[in-house]
C-alpha cells in the first residue's frame, strides 16, 4: 500500500462525525508525563489530538503532526472546544523532518505500521528530541494479538517495547521505561486487558 492510498484509508476511517477514539488522553502518556515540565511537545501522529490537546492544556506549546486532514479538523475541533491552543501540521511521517534536538518532549502513540517504517519515524522522534528531553512511544503490543483485548489483527504493525529500543540503538538516548503494560478496556462484556508496548527515554542533558 502507497502513503496515499494509508491516508485516504485513514481519511474514510475519521469521516464519521464521532470520534473513533476518545477524547480522553492515553493513561500512559498522563502518568509517565505529568510530572515533567511543560516546554516544546511534538506529538507524532496525533490523529484526532487527544493527546496533544491534553498536553496543551497541560502548559505544553505543542505540534501535533499527522497525515489525514480528516482527523486533524476534528482535532481543531476538540482543542478549540476546550479553548486550548495547538499547532496542527498535515505531513506524511516518512518523510518529514523535525526540528533536531527542539523538543523538550515526543510523543508517539499507536503508530501501527510495518517495522522499515516505524524505524524511519522513531528515529526522527528520537532526533527531535532537546538534551535533557523525553521520548515516549506507546503502541499495541505484539503479543496483544494472543493475549490481549482489541488492536489490529495484521502482526506485521504490532511491537514490542524491545522493537523501539533496537530502532533507538545509537540514537543518543537513554531507556528511562520500556515494557510490556497492560491497559485495562471498558467492553459491553466487562473489563478486559489490552497488551501495550511502552518506551519512555530520555536524551541526556549537557550537564550529565
Ligand atoms: C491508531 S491512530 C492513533 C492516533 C493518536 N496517536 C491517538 O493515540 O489517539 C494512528 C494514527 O497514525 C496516523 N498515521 C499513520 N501513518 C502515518 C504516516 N505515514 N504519516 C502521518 N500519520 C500517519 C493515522 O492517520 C492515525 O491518525
Known sequence: MTAAMDREAWDRRYADAELIWTAEPNRFLVSETASLTPGRALDLACGEG??????????????????????????RGLAAARGVPVRWEAADLLAYTPEPHAYGLVTVLYLQVPATERRTVLRA??????????????????????????????????????DVLADLEGAGLQAIRAERVQRPVSTPEGERIALDALVHAQRPDATD
Open 50 to 75: 487527544r493527546n496533544a490537546v491534553w498536553l496543551a492544556g497541560n502548559g505544553w506549546e505543542v505540534t501535533g503532526v499527522d497525515f489525514s486532514e480528516v482527523a486533524l479538523e476534528k482535532a
Open 125 to 162: 522522534a528520537a532526533e527531535a528530541v532537546a538534551p535533557g528531553g523525553r521520548l515516549l512511544v506507546v503502541a499495541h503490543d505484539a503479543s496483544n494479538l494472543e493475549l490481549g483485548y482489541g488492536g489490529p489483527r495484521e502482526p506485521a504493525v504490532l511491537y514490542s517495547a524491545q
